[in-house]
């Protein structure tokens, strides 16, 4: 059975950085699509990055370029996200999901999901 698990999440100030990691079990990130997705209460789930493992492409939401790296690390069998230069509007659950093709920032297609890691960002 296929599982996704987030973690790194935490509290952190305006203008801090925090690292989150995706492990999969039965399932290993090659050839695929790993996105990470966030949501924050009363609002829509929204796609903020996504790394083609087949050729290490990537994919990010305007409103986090420049600031968040997605990448992958094989050994590992995870796809980690970078946050640097927090933002309080960065605030939200952050999702892993995975897809087999059709890499994009939507939440539309993606099998599988993790549960999720809070991220809080304060002034």
């Known amino acids: 059975q296929v599982q996704l698990a987030e973690s790194g999440g935490g509290s952190v100030q305006a203008g801090g950085s925090l690292r989150l990691s995706c492990a999969a079990s039965?399932?290993?990130?090659?050839?695929?699509?790993v996105a990470w997705f966030r949501q924050t209460p009363g609002k829509e789930r929204e796609g903020v990055a996504v790394?083609?493992?087949?050729?290490?492409?990537?994919i990010y939401a305007d409103s986090v370029k420049g600031r968040f790296t997605i990448s992958q690390d094989n050994a590992e069998n995870t796809v980690n996200l970078q946050l640097n230069s927090l933002k309080p509007e960065d605030t939200a659950m952050y999702y892993c999901?995975?897809?087999?093709?059709?890499?994009?920032?939507?939440?539309?297609?993606?099998?599988?999901w993790g549960q999720g890691t809070q991220v809080t960002v304060s002034s």
């Open positions: 039965g399932y290993k990130f090659s050839d695929n699509c």
């Open positions: 999901a995975a897809r087999n093709f059709g890499c994009n920032l939507s939440t539309y297609g993606y099998n599988y």
């Open positions: 790394i083609y493992t087949g050729d290490g492409s990537t």
